[in-house]
């Protein structure tokens, strides 16, 4: 199949814009890439689908294009959703200038459509004894049958058991026994190309999606010493994963599209509880307990894929610069999601992944649940790592309430009661601030604490009445030592 076949696909609307005399490229397969640089997962001749969801700038399309044309992409379908519909003119310089043709996939085209027109494609014009193979798979595909079928009918034209995971670990769909997929994750996560061997097993790499985001299909067997025939309808398998993982994504999105209104509710104080229950009934979250997820922004797509995982439904939306979930499961989901995390930690990349999470019982405590989810997502990023999850039920509530506090009143309240223990400390090398912890760890009493700091009563009482000097506080007195405790609650240094 070549690239001018496709474009005369009546039916796609596809406008060439970059590339006229080049649409005789031929075609070998299609990935869609949501990366800035897929070309870990090119090998030359593909057709690349992008939504554009982060070329703000010349020089984002200049290396993105730049490094298609390195890998010998074949074209460039854009769509402009993300742009205002408008194609913008530095992805067409930039496709001009590295000879790449580019043409413009309409907004109302999703990008499976056209990967399943190409797959066919390629299917049909494949004169060899595998014909019927690949006919098999794309039949199932086209069917509508989903993922499991699809999985079964691999199993049977390869000969093999096949599992596709997530980066989380996660067994989407399998035949047989699955392996240790924790383990096999961690190292395919750590390979620098796909496919690889590992264990036994053939891992391929399904779509271009960062790799935080990405299914895997894990093949029984060593695919180096197959025949060419097997290895051919094992990457068309990959590419056929791929085009269901779109359609279950872009199914994702029209789902997701209930979020943010709802959520701008729950984040507002003048909300009422019959326009949240209103809006939630909208959705099928309406009548079972909920879990709550808060994360920022850039991590939406994370949390869209970690609650997808779970049985029950699911929405994910952004508010300004804040990423929040919402799951509804009466199932305790905490320990799975932390260790999901932890499996595709490799994968999160520098900028990691901090997740609050929070729960109620009905739609009564679904503001308090968020908020709830909000404020331990803020404690966890004050934690040392880049990839921490952190539950509400799991923290002290007056930690819960510091962190509803802004910063630098947090900040200010803190220097203001334990700045001249810190400045006493550091000038005479005493140790007043670690003394009052111990003190207050202790409730009070005079002789474990003693013990704990190795020094005599006596010592330790000279020691209370020097920070009650020092801060115009009594340890003593119930209210003082609140706002003592409250202050190294929130003593980070």
Not at 308 to 319: I, M
Request: charge should be negative.
């Amino acid at each position: 199949m070549n690239l001018k076949t496709l474009l005369q696909t009546a039916d796609l609307g596809l406008e060439l814009l970059v590339g006229a005399d080049a649409v005789d490229r031929p075609i070998s397969r299609v990935f869609t890439a949501t990366l800035r640089d897929p070309r870990r997962f090119l090998t030359g001749g593909e057709l690349v689908l992008s939504g554009m969801e982060w070329w703000q700038a010349p020089e984002d399309s200049e290396a993105f294009v730049a490094g298609l044309a390195e890998a010998g992409v074949t074209a460039l379908g854009a769509g402009t959703a993300e742009s205002g519909g408008v194609m913008p003119e530095h992805v067409v310089d930039a496709c001009k200038r590295h000879n790449l043709p580019l043409f413009v996939v309409p907004v109302h085209i999703a990008f499976a459509t056209i990967s399943e027109r190409v797959i066919l494609g390629l299917a049909a014009e494949r004169a060899t004894p595998n014909l019927d193979r690949h006919r098999r798979l794309v039949a199932v595909v086209t069917a509508g049958g989903g993922l499991d079928a699809l999985v079964a009918a691999g199993q049977t034209e390869l000969g093999a058991d096949c599992w596709v995971l997530s980066a989380a670990g996660r067994v989407i769909a399998g035949t047989g026994e699955p392996p240790d997929m924790a383990k096999l994750t961690k190292r395919f996560l750590h390979a620098e190309r796909l496919p690889i061997v590992t264990g036994g097993l053939s891992v391929f790499a399904t779509t271009a999606k960062e790799r935080a985001l990405g299914w895997f299909l894990v093949v029984a067997g060593d695919f180096r010493k197959w025949e060419r025939e097997r290895q051919d309808v094992a990457s068309e398998f990959a590419t056929l994963i791929g085009l269901e993982r779109s359609r279950l994504d872009e199914a994702r999105r029209i789902e997701n599209r209930a979020a943010k209104p709802l959520l701008r509710l729950l984040l507002s104080e003048r909300t009422t509880l019959n326009e949240i229950q209103s809006q939630l009934a909208a959705t099928e979250i309406n009548s079972t307990e909920i879990v709550t997820v808060s994360a920022s922004k850039h991590s939406a797509a994370v949390v869209d894929d970690l609650l997808s995982a779970f049985d029950g439904p699911a929405l994910v939306g952004t508010v300004d610069d804040e990423a929040f979930g919402l799951l509804g499961t009466n199932q305790p989901v905490t320990a799975d999601i932390k260790t999901m995390v932890r499996t595709m930690e490799s994968a999160l990349g520098p900028t990691g992944l901090v997740l609050g999470l929070g729960r109620c019982t009905d739609a009564t405590g679904l503001r308090t649940a968020i908020l709830q989810a909000r404020y331990a997502r803020k404690l966890a990023e004050r934690s040392p790592g880049r990839v921490t999850v952190m539950a509400g039920d799991e923290v002290a509530s007056h930690l819960l309430l510091l962190a509803a506090v802004p910063d630098e009143l947090r900040r200010s309240f803190r220097n203001q009661i334990l700045g001249p223990l810190s400045t006493y400390d550091a000038t005479h090398k005493s140790e007043l601030t670690r003394t009052l912890r111990v003190f207050l760890e202790h409730s009070g009493s005079w002789t474990l604490a003693a013990a704990q700091l190795h020094v005599h009563v006596n010592t330790l009482r000279y020691r209370i009445t020097r920070i009650t000097e020092l801060t115009g506080r009594d340890p003593n007195r119930f209210g003082d030592r609140v706002d003592l405790y409250l202050a190294l609650a929130n003593d980070t240094d």
